[in-house]
Each structure stands twice: as structure tokens, then as C-alpha cells.
Nanobody, 124 residues
Framework: QVQLVESGGGLVQAGGSLRLSCAAS????????MGWFRQAPGKEREFVAG????????YYADSVKGRFTISRDNTKNTVTLQMNSLKPEDTAVYYC?????????????????WGQGTQVTVSS
């Protein structure tokens, strides 16, 4: 079992930045690739970014490429999503997820554990 707790969400103006963090506990963190997903009201959950177990490779949705950066620290069991140049369409609940021996897939069904989510609201 892996427990994931997100933090860092909030309200920000368009063009601003936020830094989301996800703290993991339980099983060996380095056994898991990690991903960030988001779900806006009335929409399906979508992939945002993924990272391999050692941080060697990262993946991004086209909509956030060049603006968001995913990183991880296996010594602290954390994964971070730095979000810059935020847009109103980035408004959503953001979730981190753990993929057992994965690579940071865009397929949410690959992920075994999920956090409870943190709200990000970007005002225009």
C-alpha cells in the first residue's frame, strides 16, 4: 500500500505559478513511476505529466509542455509539479498517482495508487 498526499494547490491569477507536491509513504517509493493527472468540472480526468522511477525520463501532455515541470526526490519520497504561465483552462483538481514498476504512463488505469487531490484555480 502506498499513501499519497498532495499539497500546494490554491487560487492564482493567469500567468502566475504554483508548485504542487505529493508526499508518499508506505512501500518503496523508487519502485513506482509517478504521474500527475487533473480533472476539471464536467470533464474526464486527464494526464498531465509522468516521471520514471529515477527521474531519468519525463512525459507531458501537449497542453502543458513547456509550462509545467515534473520532478521527484527519492530521498524524500516526494514528487513535484512546478506549474508556470498558468491559464484559466488549467483550473482543475490535480491528483498524483503511483504506477508500480511503470514509466509514467498517460493511461490512468496503469496507476495503482492515487492521492485525494488538490484544487488549482486560475483566474482570468
Amino acid at each position: 500500500q502506498v499513501q499519497l498526499v498532495e499539497s500546494g494547490g490554491g487560487l492564482v491569477q493567469a500567468g502566475g505559478s504554483l508548485r504542487l507536491s505529493c508526499a508518499a509513504s508506505g512501500r518503496t517509493f523508487s519502485n513506482y513511476a509517478m504521474g500527475w493527472f487533473r480533472q476539471a468540472p464536467g470533464k474526464e480526468r486527464e494526464f498531465v505529466a509522468g516521471i520514471t522511477w529515477n527521474g531519468g525520463r519525463t512525459y507531458y501532455a501537449d497542453s502543458v509542455k513547456g509550462r509545467f515541470t515534473i520532478s521527484r526526490d527519492n530521498t524524500k519520497n516526494t514528487v513535484t509539479l512546478q506549474m508556470n504561465s498558468l491559464k484559466p483552462e488549467d483550473t482543475a483538481v490535480y491528483y498524483c498517482a503511483a504506477e508500480y514498476y511503470g514509466y509514467g504512463s498517460a493511461n490512468e488505469h496503469s496507476y495503482r495508487y492515487w492521492g485525494q487531490g488538490t484544487q488549482v484555480t486560475v483566474s482570468s
